[in-house]
């Protein structure tokens, strides 16, 4: 994602998106450990992805980033 489309999001879909980015993260690293990645910069593209996220949340004067995230991931569990 570039940060024109991320600065377009509004802050509940820049949770979303951060979730949804951190697991894309967590799948690739747990690939890159079982098996052979075919393009091994997926892991550096998501990571970047991520942080993009957070710096536009924390310029936006987001706080609790971390706990809002945990609110969403147990609400989503619910489901």
């Known amino acids: 994602m570039t940060m024109e ?6 802050n509940d879909e820049l949770h ?5 980015c951190r697991r894309h993260s967590f799948e690739i690293r747990s690939q890159a450990v079982s098996e052979k990645l075919e393009d091994p910069t997926r892991l550096l593209k ?8 957070l710096t536009v949340l924390r310029e936006r004067g987001e706080k609790n980033i971390e706990q809002t ?11």
């Open 46 to 53: 998501a990571r970047r992805d991520v942080a993009r996220l």
């Open 69 to 79: 995230q945990a609110h969403l991931t147990a609400q989503a569990s619910r489901k």
């Open 5 to 10: 489309e991320i600065r377009a999001l509004k």
């Open 16 to 20: 979303n998106e951060l979730e949804r």
